[in-house]
C-alpha cells in the first residue's frame, strides 16, 4: 500500500538515494495522517523530519513553508552545533529569508543585491544548507497542503527535487488535486514535480477499514450492516466516517441503528454538513471565536484572538474549552500559545458560514488587531496584513488595502518572490481603480512596479503590457520621467535578455524610446543615459548602424559625466553591442577590459563575468588563444563559485570550442554534451540550438560531412 512505498524510499534515502513523493487526494481522505505515520516511524529511527504546512488562502510570507523547515531545523540543530551555508553566493539571501540563520552564514561570493540570478543563488543556498548536516543524518521534508501554496515555494521545491540525486534526503509533500487545478501555474509545477518523483494518489476507506476504524473509535464492533451503510454514504472518506461515527456516538444512534431500517442512519449530506452538525452543540460564545479564528486562518495565536474577542488569556481558553474537547481545536506542540482547527475543513466550514458583509466587516477587525500588535516591527506581518485589509475592502478599508498590498508587494520581490509580487500589485491596483480612480500618478507607479515583477518572474508579455499602458498614463498626464521608465521596462530593461533576437526590429519598441527621449530633453542625464543605450540595442538589426554608433557614444560619454560605476556598465554593454562588427574587434575587447574592471571595482562578479565573456571572444576573434584560455580559466573559478546554471553552462561551451580548435574531439563531443546537460535548467540560453553549431563544426572537421548539417 501506500505506507509501504513511503518506507521503501525512505530505505532509499537512508542509503544516500535521495526521493520524492506526492501523495493526492480529496479533502479528508488522510493524505496527512498517513504522512504522519511515516514521519513518527522516521523519527523513532532517529532521522531528522521537519514540516513545511501552507497557509490556507492568501497572506502568508513569501516562501513561509520553507521558513517553517529553516525554523524547524535550526530549533532542533542548535544544541549540536549549526550547519553553515557552504560558501553561497546565497548566503546574503537565506538570511534575509530566515534572520535567524545570519550567524550561520559562511562568507559568500559578492553579488548585486538585484542580481539576475538571485532567486537561483537562494534556491541554491536552501538545498546546500539542508544537505550540510554534520551528522549526515537523513532527513525527511514533509510539506502539507501544496494546493495552497504560493508560486515560488513550489519553484524551490522543484529545485530541491532535481538536486536529490546523491543525498539522504526524502520528500514529501501532499495536495488536493481538485483546488490544485483552479490554478494553472500551480498544476503545472505540481505535475512537474510528479513526473520527477513518485506520484500516490489515496483511495478511501474499504469496508473492512471502516470496520476497523468503528472499532477503533468506539472499543466496540459494528455490525457488517451498519459498516456498509456508513461505507455507502461516506465513501470511504476517512474525515467523513470520522464525523459520522462522532455523530452517532453523540446522538445515541449506535446502539438504537435498526440494521432492517437503513434510512434511519443519521447520515448528513456531505462532509460540511456532519462538521456543521459536531459544531452545533457548542456555546454560542465558543462558536462566535472560532468563526474569528476561521476568519485569522488555519492556524492561530491566542494573543490576535484574545484582542479579536475583547477576552483575556483565562477567558477565552474557559471559552474555547468545548472546542478543544470535541477536538475541533488541537493546541499546536512546536509553538506555546498556538492553535489550529483538526482539520482545515473544519476552518474552511466554519469560514463559508458567513455572509460577505460580515466577514468584510471581521478581516477588518482582525486587521486592526494585527497592525497594532506588530506596530513595532510589521515586515514579517505585510503579506498577511495586506490579506486582511483587501478582504475588508467592502468594510470601508481601501486605504490600508492598497497602502500594505503595496508594502507586502515590495517586500516580497525583495524576498524574490516575484510572483507573489506582481500578484500583490495588482490587487492593489484593483482596489485603486474602485477607491481612486482618478490617482492617475499612482496607478502609472503601481504599474511599473508590477511590470519590473513580471520581467523577474519570466513574464514577459505580462510586463510589456504593464508597462504599455504605464506609458499611456504618462503621456496622458505629461510625466515625461515616468514615460521614460516606461519605455524603458517596455522595450526590455529590467528582462534577463542579453541582446534583442536576432534580426528583429520591434518597432514599438523603438517607438517609444523615442518618444521619452524627446519628451526628456536634458532634464534627467542618467536616465536619459539609460533610454540611449537601450534605443542603442533595439536598433541594432536595422538598417542604421551609424545611428547606432551615435547612440551608444551619448551614452557612454553621459554615463562617465555621471560618474555611477553601475550605469557604466549597462551602457558600455550598449557600446560593445554596438560595435558588434569585424572592424571594430579592438574597441570592443577594450570595453571588455573596462568592464572586468567595473566588476572588480564594485565587487560585483556577475559583472565581471560579463566583461570576461566578451573578452573571451575578442582574444578569439584576434587569434590569441593562450589568452583566451587564461579568461576560460578565470570564467571556471568565478562560475564554480558561483554555481549558477548559466555560468556553468557557458563554461562547457567555451570549452568544448577550445577542445574542437585544438582538434581533441571526443573530449570537445564530451564538454558540448555537458553543456547541452547544463542548459536544460536555463532554456534562454538556447542549449540545443548551441549543441547543433558545435556538433556539426565537429562533424566538419572529422570530414563527416554528411553528418555537418
Known amino acids: 500500500d501506500e505506507l509501504v512505498e513511503l518506507r521503501a524510499g525512505l530505505e532509499d534515502a537512508v542509503g544516500g538515494r535521495g526521493r520524492s513523493f506526492l501523495v493526492v487526494g480529496e479533502a479528508g481522505i488522510g493524505k496527512t495522517r498517513l504522512v504522519e505515520e511515516l514521519a513518527r516511524e522516521a523519527a523513532e529511527r532517529g532521522h531528522l523530519v521537519l514540516w513545511g504546512r501552507c497557509w490556507e488562502g492568501e497572506g502568508a510570507p513569501p516562501y513561509w513553508p520553507w521558513i517553517q523547515v529553516i525554523r524547524a531545523y535550526l530549533r532542533i540543530a542548535h544544541s549540536e552545533g549549526l550547519p553553515r551555508v557552504a560558501g553561497g553566493a546565497g548566503a546574503p539571501y537565506l538570511a534575509q529569508l530566515v534572520p535567524e540563520l545570519g550567524g550561520a552564514q559562511s562568507p559568500g561570493p559578492s553579488v548585486p543585491p538585484q542580481s539576475e540570478h538571485a532567486r537561483f543563488y537562494l534556491f541554491d543556498a536552501v538545498a546546500t544548507f539542508l544537505q550540510s548536516r554534520p551528522d549526515h543524518t537523513p532527513l525527511v521534508l514533509i510539506f502539507d497542503d501544496l494546493q495552497w501554496a504560493d508560486t515560488p515555494s513550489l519553484l524551490l ?74 461505507h455507502r454514504e461516506t465513501e470511504g472518506n476517512p474525515l467523513f466516517v470520522d464525523e459520522i461515527v462522532h455523530l452517532l456516538v453523540a446522538e445515541g444512534a449506535l446502539e438504537r441503528w435498526d440494521a432492517t431500517v437503513p434510512w434511519s442512519l443519521p447520515v448528513p449530506q456531505g462532509v460540511r454538513e456532519a462538521i456543521r452538525r459536531r459544531l452545533a452543540p457548542l456555546p454560542a460564545p465558543c462558536r462566535d471565536a472560532l468563526t474569528l479564528a476561521s476568519v485569522v486562518g488555519r492556524e492561530f495565536g491566542l494573543g490576535a484572538l484574545q484582542a479579536a474577542c475583547g477576552l483575556g488569556a483565562d477567558a477565552l481558553l474557559e471559552v474555547l474549552r468545548p472546542a478543544l474537547g470535541r477536538e475541533v481545536l488541537v493546541r499546536d506542540p512546536r509553538t506555546a500559545g498556538r492553535y489550529r482547527f483538526a482539520h ?7 469560514y463559508e458560514e458567513l455572509g460577505a458583509a460580515e466577514r468584510a466587516r471581521l ?15 510589521p515586515t514579517p506581518q505585510l503579506a498577511t496584513l495586506a490579506h486582511h485589509f483587501l478582504e475588508a475592502v467592502p468594510a470601508g478599508a481601501a486605504e490600508k488595502a492598497i497602502a500594505y498590498s503595496t508594502r507586502a508587494a515590495r517586500y516580497a520581490e525583495a524576498s524574490l518572490a516575484y510572483e507573489d509580487a506582481a500578484v500583490l500589485f495588482e490587487r492593489a491596483l484593483e482596489v485603486l481603480a474602485e477607491a481612486h480612480p482618478a490617482d492617475a500618478r499612482e496607478r502609472c507607479e503601481l504599474l511599473l512596479a508590477r511590470g519590473g515583477a513580471q520581467w523577474k518572474a519570466g513574464d514577459g508579455p505580462g510586463a510589456r503590457e504593464a508597462f ?51 519628451g526628456l530633453g536634458d532634464r534627467d542625464p542618467g536616465l536619459r543615459a539609460r533610454l540611449l543605450a537601450r534605443l542603442a540595442i533595439n536598433l541594432y538589426w536595422a538598417p542604421e548602424p551609424e545611428r547606432v554608433l551615435a547612440l551608444s557614444e551619448e551614452a557612454v560619454t553621459l554615463a562617465r559625466q555621471l560618474g555611477d560605476p553601475r550605469d557604466l556598465a549597462a551602457v558600455l554593454r550598449a557600446r560593445w553591442i554596438a560595435l558588434w562588427r569585424p572592424e571594430a574587434a579592438e574597441e570592443r575587447l577594450a570595453i571588455a577590459d573596462e568592464i572586468v574592471r567595473l566588476g572588480e571595482q564594485t565587487a560585483d562578479r556577475e559583472l565581471a563575468l560579463l566583461g570576461r565573456r566578451f573578452r573571451i571572444v575578442g582574444f578569439l576573434e584576434h587569434g590569441d588563444v593562450v589568452a583566451a584560455d587564461r579568461e576560460i580559466e578565470a570564467w571556471a573559478q568565478i562560475a564554480g563559485e558561483l554555481r549558477q546554471p548559466r555560468y556553468l553552462t557557458d563554461l562547457a561551451m567555451w570549452r568544448a570550442t577550445r577542445a574542437i ?21 536555463e532554456p534562454e540560453v538556447e542549449p540545443a540550438m548551441r549543441h547543433a553549431v558545435q556538433m556539426s563544426v565537429l562533424q566538419f572537421h572529422r570530414g563527416q560531412l554528411e553528418h555537418a548539417v
Open 468 to 518: 504599455r499602458q504605464a506609458a499611456d498614463i504618462a503621456r496622458r498626464i505629461g510625466d515625461a520621467p515616468l514615460l521614460a521608465r516606461s519605455a524603458l521596462g517596455f522595450a526590455g530593461e529590467g528582462s534577463r535578455l542579453l541582446w534583442v533576437r536576432s534580426g528583429v526590429v520591434d518597432q514599438p519598441r523603438i517607438e517609444l524610446l523615442e518618444e521619452a527621449l524627446d
Open 363 to 377: 478581516h477588518g477587525r482582525i486587521g486592526e488587531v494585527l497592525e497594532a500588535l506588530h506596530q513595532m516591527d
Open 661 to 681: 580548435m585544438d582538434g581533441r574531439f571526443a573530449e570537445g563531443e564530451q564538454h558540448a554534451r555537458r553543456a547541452l546537460e547544463l542548459g536544460e535548467r
Open 344 to 350: 482545515a475543513l473544519i476552518r474552511e466550514t466554519i
Open 157 to 230: 521545491l522543484q529545485f530541491l527535487v532535481h538536486e536529490l540525486r546523491d543525498t539522504a534526503i526524502l520528500v514529501v509533500a501532499t495536495y488536493r488535486e481538485m483546488e490544485a487545478r483552479q490554478n494553472p501555474h500551480v498544476a503545472d509545477i505540481l505535475g512537474a514535480l510528479a513526473r520527477d518523483g513518485r506520484h500516490l494518489p489515496l483511495r478511501g476507506f474499504g469496508e473492512e477499514e471502516v470496520a476497523l476504524f468503528i472499532e477503533g473509535k468506539t472499543g466496540r464492533s459494528a455490525s457488517a450492516a451498519l459498516v456498509r451503510a456508513v
